[in-house]
């Protein structure tokens, strides 16, 4: 069992140089869509361009330190990224939340959160992944890295697969 306290990771920054923002509508109850995101570790098992995902530490809340890697594809070619991330879980809220601690990314917080949604007898999910960073640690070339580059191609580009990804097993289980 872990006793590990959670991750105090805060609100999310007021201000930031990149803001990357995708979101999507689920057709899936909040608890499903939601469950599949929490579980990090299981990502793999849904999303074919996740290569591992890997807890080197859980905390109590399901979060802890936790070590990603993911292609990203261009093409018939695909772009291996690794980051190092600290991960807190809010049921209430529901949310979760991550602190880049590794990688070339290291400073970027991310925040997942889910608003049902209901159309007519149907619960839907309203699903946001915000990415908000100042760039990597490079010497004037920071800002264009973060916001002409790496956010938008790369963030958003493994944001939104993974977030199509993890939608599709979602609406799968709610048909099932």
């Known amino acids: 069992m872990t006793t590990s306290a959670p991750y105090e990771l805060g609100?999310?920054?007021?201000r930031s140089r990149m803001r990357q923002l995708d979101e999507l509508l689920v057709r899936a109850p909040v608890e499903r869509i939601f469950r599949l995101?929490?579980?990090?570790d299981e990502w793999p098992q849904?999303?074919?361009?996740y290569n591992y995902v890997t807890f080197r530490e859980r905390r109590a809340d399901g979060g802890g330190l936790v070590e990603m890697s993911?292609?990203?594809?261009?093409?018939?070619?695909?772009w291996p990224?690794?980051?190092?991330?600290?991960?807190?879980v809010s049921e209430s809220a529901p949310a979760v939340r991550f602190r880049h601690v590794g990688g070339i990314t290291t400073g970027m917080d991310v925040e997942w959160t889910f608003e049902p949604v209901t159309e007519g007898q149907r619960q839907l999910t309203h699903v946001r992944i915000l990415h908000l960073w100042d760039g990597p640690r490079w010497p004037v070339i920071a800002p264009f890295a973060a916001t002409k580059v790496i956010g938008p191609v790369f963030?958003?580009?493994i944001a939104?697969?993974?977030?199509?990804?993890l939608a599709r097993?979602?609406?799968a289980a709610a048909r099932a």
């Open 11 to 14: 609100p999310m920054p007021a």
């Open 37 to 40: 995101a929490k579980r990090v």
């Open 46 to 49: 849904h999303l074919s361009h």
């Open 70 to 78: 993911a292609d990203r594809p261009f093409g018939a070619l695909n």
């Open 81 to 88: 990224t690794w980051w190092l991330s600290e991960m807190s």
């Open 155 to 157: 963030v958003h580009g």
């Open 160 to 165: 939104q697969r993974t977030l199509a990804g």
């Open 169 to 171: 097993a979602a609406e």
